[in-house]
């Protein structure tokens, strides 16, 4: 396997025995970005001299014996976390990248403070690659909505890796990066997880800092890693974690070690597999491999338990309120009088009109409208207040599942990577993608797709769902899956090209 | 409580009012952000410097709560006999663009304020009583930028002014005169400066003030048209406005004209109102909760503690000081105005003055030196004579060891230098001389000096009396007991009669 498609944990070893330096994983992943990045459209903005210079500087770390478990290691964050690009005068500052969120309304946006997420990852050591693309403000499940494009799946270059996260899915899945941040409001990690061939994981709200995330639904967006591993995973979301006093909704507890959950073993352990996330119109090959992953963690020794979430069904419903109606209000800050695009009109209420008319793309409109038109007078209480209550029972029922067993297993998507274009006139069909993930957002939960196996040649995801901050929990239970399954190795096929 | 009766009608209406104000709070930083409120001392306030990312609504950004700006609620409420909410206490998201609204929202209270269903005294001397208003409630905001048009058609905007925290007080609709409208805003900013939680300066902008006003045939239980009146700069043009109000409502009623629901402005220059927006054009504000901040739980123990920090309101002091200090309405009136003064008048009492002489002594020579020096800033608690110097200056003069005329003289010194009225009155040799003996041969020699004046004096030209008297007040360098020399110098001069 060449060294771009390794794990985190294997070329962290081989750094610290000095046998490959942080200077060569940053030019695996460049090559690799300059062999296929255009094509796939991975990225939409990255700094190769800024990544080998402190690549160079990680070497020198390294060589000083410092043991920082990511240093060294090149990461991608999807254009969704901001990253400083202007010095305290507002000038630009050199190597500084610009975000976009996936939108022409932020073209060019170059912010003037940086995100916790890359405050994070840049004291763990990670060399900073690039921004990924994403579907515009994480809205959308195949990464088709993106202002710039979409994103083609490395297994099968006519499909989308999933959305919203789909760059940072699918430059993971490409050895374009050893891990990538994603954010997830209904299943924008795990399900462009599960259509890459990747580990994604959506932490508990409150885990991870939301501090400079570009917010989409500010009650069920998370951050969260891509990585080619469990384990890795566990590294990656060990150094995002931790309370953050400028994220009010950031929970201060205390955050484990989670390396040292993963003990391989589920022996003993009671996992629930929820009748209803089996939904008519599944496909029967995703099916399969799910129902077969469950046998594998059976056989390694878990009891599989029959549970019931029978609120599953109002999910996409209560979602489709919630977070669209939180959105229309995140959205009203692009008004072109501060930054970003601007109509330049005189007459405000024209440049309002033409700059967010010409800076948002459909999928943004329409979202805007629904949330406008839940929370509008006489229909507040018909729509937002129902779905408040809906997201109680919600939260309540898996709560009660998960006082009897240990972890939850679904699958993560109802399908495998589809072609680019196939749901685009669809929008129903679309948000269906999230049928399976989305309850996770509205119930706060921790969640992750590990790869298990393959359908029709694309891959299927497993998802682990657990107790709120048990991340511990669904990380041990997706390591022991991931070792005793034996797809920890599957790479796609750019990977020998 | 007479109710206003515009002149000529034939029928007679009762004037309904109710009030809103909002009032900038008294805190070092701004409500959601670090950026100070103010500029530092002896700088000008140049626009949009003081402000980040977050008050500036920029991608990615995140409230916090201003813990002193809840405090300072929730002390309001206190004040106003409010219920405060310990429940839960959420902050919503209020929606609608303008430039001057960096996020597109506000974030304000709706549906759980902070604090709710008060009451305030409100007295009303040019209706000889006083009234109870019912407070609604008093809740917590963030202000919004400063709009200023630059001319040409252009605006410009100032963000200084951006998340300072603002509280809104809303009046039932109480209020049955102008009078008692513009005394009800005139009791509430003295509340506000006496707990600390706002300037309340109206001119300055930091108190502002709408008035809710509308008439009904006397007897009738239904409410008329309402009329809101805002850009009020004065608690006079207050009244102005609800007088113009008033007579322009009861006369359209008398001519069985409509009213139309709207928001005037009042047009001080020109003496009216104009209107502003109608009720048609009114904005839904698509109210919902903050998702960006858990609800807020005040604690008992908080709101407990917070009762015990309230200081004695200006009606509670003023009656205290008629009714058990014996001062005359006018001196408790003068004192109460001014917290900072009443503060130093009761410490004064406190350190063994009499009451009513020390009144005399603080709102007399005291507040003529602070008054001095008032455009400095200085208030009573800034002088430096400690309370207790000036209650030892009062015993001496009232023991006589000093002259009431030289302890003027040294209060002006000690006012400023903080030094002890005693040790000065030592060091410069000031203490009144009381010494009969020593008095009585300072009147010799005066006798013996102008003899030709005694004779005159006692040839019956008693007009040189106070000449005489002045010889031995300069030989003492105005330290002889007035009395004394008066008593001993008669003696004398009817002896050798
Ligand atoms: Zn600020």
């Known amino acids: 396997m060449e060294l771009a498609d390794r794990t985190i944990s294997e070329v962290g070893s081989l750094l610290r025995s000095r046998t490959v330096t942080s200077r060569e994983l940053t030019e695996a992943c460049l090559a690799r970005i300059e062999r296929d990045g255009t094509r796939l459209n991975t990225f939409l903005a990255s700094d190769a001299a800024a990544a080998l210079a402190a690549a160079e500087a990680a070497d020198a770390a390294l060589a000083d014996g410092d043991e920082r478990p990511l240093l060294g290691i090149p990461y991608a964050l999807k254009d969704i976390f901001v990253t400083r690009a202007l010095d305290d005068a507002g000038d630009d500052l050199p190597g500084g990248l610009p975000t976009t969120a996936g939108s022409r309304i932020l073209a060019g946006y170059r912010s003037p403070y940086a995100s916790d997420a890359q405050e994070r990852l840049d004291a763990a050591g990670g060399i900073l690659l690039g921004k990924t693309n994403c579907d515009e403000f994480a809205m959308g499940s195949s990464n088709e909505n993106s202002a710039y494009g979409a994103v083609r799946n490395p297994w099968d270059e006519a499909t989308v890796p999933g959305g919203s996260s789909g760059g940072s899915s699918a430059a993971v899945a490409a050895g374009q990066a050893f891990f990538a941040t994603g954010t997830d409001t209904g299943g924008s990690i795990r399900q462009p997880a599960s259509l890459s061939g990747v580990v994604g994981m959506k932490p508990t709200y409150g885990r991870v800092s939301r501090y400079g995330m570009v917010a989409f639904a500010s009650s069920l967006d998370q951050c969260g890693p891509f990585t080619r591993s469990v384990r890795d995973c566990a590294l990656v979301l060990g150094a995002l974690a931790g309370h953050d006093p400028r994220d009010a909704t950031s929970v201060d507890v205390p955050v484990p070690d989670y390396a040292a959950a993963l003990t391989g073993s589920v022996r003993g352990l009671r996992l629930g597999v929820p009748r209803e996330y089996f939904v008519a119109g599944m496909e029967p090959g995703v099916e399969a491999a799910v129902r077969t992953a469950i046998d594998v963690l059976r056989d390694a020794g878990a009891e599989i338990v029959d549970v019931s979430l029978p609120s599953t069904d109002h999910g996409l419903a209560t979602y489709y309120i919630i977070a669209p109606a939180e959105a229309s209000a995140n959205l009203a800050r692009f008004d072109g009088v501060r930054y970003g695009y601007s109509a330049g009109d005189d007459d405000l209420l024209t440049n309002y009109l033409r700059s967010r008319g010409d800076g948002f793309g459909a999928e943004v409109k329409r979202r805007i409208m629904l949330g406008t038109y839940a929370l509008s007078a006489g229909y507040y209480d018909a729509y937002y207040v129902k779905a408040q209550q809906v997201r109680t029972l919600i939260k309540d029922e898996f709560d009660r599942v998960l006082k009897d067993v240990d972890a939850l297993l679904a699958p993560t998507s109802p399908s495998v990577a589809f072609p680019i274009g196939a749901k685009t006139d669809d929008p129903l069909l679309m948000y269906l993608n999230d049928a399976c993930t989305l309850p996770v957002n509205i119930a706060g939960l921790p969640g992750i797709s590990v790869p298990c196996g393959l359908s029709h040649g694309k891959p299927v995801g497993l998802q682990v769902i657990g107790r709120a901050f048990d991340e511990s929990m669904v990380l041990r239970v997706a390591d022991a899956y991931e070792r005793a399954a034996g797809f920890a190795d599957l790479r796609s096929p750019l990977s020998h090209a | ?497």
Not at chain 2, 40 to 45: C, L, R
Not at chain 2, 138 to 156: I, K, N, P, Q, Y
Not at chain 2, 266 to 273: H, L, N, V
Request: proline residues 6%.
């Open chain 2, 1 to 497: 409580m007479a109710a206003m009766t515009a002149t000529g009608a034939r029928t007679q209406y009762e004037t309904i009012i109710g009030i809103e104000v909002h009032a900038q709070l008294r805190t070092a930083s701004k409500m959601f952000c670090a950026c100070p409120t103010a500029p530092p001392p002896d700088a000008a306030d140049e626009p949009n410097t003081r402000v980040c990312p977050i008050c500036m609504g920029m991608p990615g950004t995140l409230p916090t709560i201003n813990r002193r700006a809840v405090e300072l609620v929730m002390l309001t409420g206190l004040a106003l006999d409010c219920r405060v909410e310990t429940a839960a206490v959420r902050f919503e998201r209020k929606n609608y663009f303008y430039p001057d609204l960096p996020k597109g929202y506000q974030i304000s209270q709706y549906a759980l304020p902070l604090t709710s269903n008060g009451s305030l005294e409100v007295p009303v001397p040019t209706e000889g009583g006083s009234v109870r208003i019912g407070i609604t409630r008093a809740h917590l905001e963030e202000d919004t930028a400063r709009l200023s048009h630059a001319g040409r058609g252009f605006s410009v905007v100032d963000f200084n002014r951006a998340g300072i925290p603002l509280m809104e007080i809303v009046t039932e609709p109480d209020l049955r005169s102008p009078a008692q409208a513009r005394a009800y805003g005139e009791t509430l900013r003295d509340i506000l400066r006496y707990i600390g939680a706002s300037n309340a300066d109206m001119e300055a902008g930091s108190m502002r003030i709408e008035g809710n006003v509308s008439l009904r045939p006397m007897g009738d239980d239904r409410f008329g048209t309402k009329v809101e009146v805002k850009n009020l700069n004065s608690f006079r043009s207050l009244e102005r406005a609800m007088e113009y109000e008033v007579a322009r409502h009861a006369e359209a009623l008398e001519r069985g004209e409509p009213l139309r629901q709207e928001t005037r402005g009042w047009d001080e220059g020109a003496g009216r109102t104009i209107v502003q927006r109608s009720k048609e054009e009114a904005n839904d504000y698509r109210y919902f909760p903050e998702p960006d901040l858990p609800p807020l739980r005040p604690s008992q123990a908080w709101v407990a503690d917070l009762r015990a920090q309230l200081p004695e309101l200006p009606a509670a002091r003023r009656e205290r000081y008629e009714t058990e200090l014996g001062l005359s309405a006018y001196d408790a009136g003068v004192l109460t105005a001014d917290v900072a003064l009443a503060a130093y008048y009761d410490a004064v009492v406190e350190a063994g003055a009499a009451p009513k002489t020390a009144a005399n002594w603080v709102t007399g020579e005291f507040s003529r030196l602070l008054n001095q020096r008032a455009a400095d800033g200085l208030r009573a608690d800034g002088v430096a004579l400690a309370p207790g110097g000036l209650a030892e200056l009062i015993a001496a003069v009232e023991s006589g060891s000093v002259s009431g005329t030289n302890a003027k003289a040294v209060l002006g010194r000690t006012f400023a230098s903080g030094e002890s009225p005693l040790a000065v009155i030592e060091a410069e040799g000031l203490g009144q001389v009381s010494d009969a003996g020593l008095i009585g041969r300072e009147v010799e020699a005066v006798l013996a000096e102008f003899t030709s004046q005694v004779a005159e004096y006692r040839s019956g030209k008693t007009q040189l009396y106070g000449f005489l008297v002045g010889q031995v007040m300069k030989r003492t360098a105005g330290r002889a007991d007035a009395r004394l020399v008066n008593d001993e110098l008669r003696r004398r001069l009817d002896e050798g009669a």
